[in-house]
């Protein structure tokens, strides 16, 4: 397997809550929903750098495609992290994220490592840490 992801799917409760969210909360560029005329197919697709794109689908349509029982979520079983590079930019995401109704479960902060970061969830539980690393650049 080469090491190569193209797109990170987000199980969601509620697709156009999700949408709105991330369209117009967090300014993530997309075509909107797709594929309402298939059963369990109506997704949305967000364009990242690299080439990567984010999509949501419900949750209950993921068991099926999947073919496997819906469980209960936990906010614990992943992170995304949006590295940015400033520590102002992490503030200036954070304040995004708030003004998107996100909850924030960790206001940026110094880190012991050198970073500065924080944290918020998504109205569906997904937990995005914003972070600023000085020993990391970023290539976009």
Do not use: C
């Amino acid at each position: 397997m080469k090491p190569r992801i193209t797109v990170i799917t987000l199980g969601v409760d509620e697709l156009e809550r999700s949408l709105k969210f991330y369209r117009d909360g967090m300014g993530l560029p997309t075509e909107g929903i797709v594929g309402k005329e298939f059963e369990y197919g109506a997704v949305a697709f967000f364009d990242l750098l690299s080439g990567i794109k984010l999509a949501i689908f419900e949750r209950k349509n993921i068991a099926h495609d999947a073919q496997i029982n819906q469980t209960a979520s936990s906010p614990t079983e992943f992170t995304i992290g949006h590295n940015v590079e400033t520590k102002e930019e992490v503030d200036k995401v954070m304040e995004q994220a708030r003004k998107a109704k996100a909850i924030i479960t960790v206001e940026a902060h110094d880190n012991f490592w050198g970073g500065y970061s924080g944290y918020f969830q998504d109205p569906d539980g997904h937990l995005w840490e914003v972070v600023w690393n000085p020993h990391i650049a970023i290539n976009e």
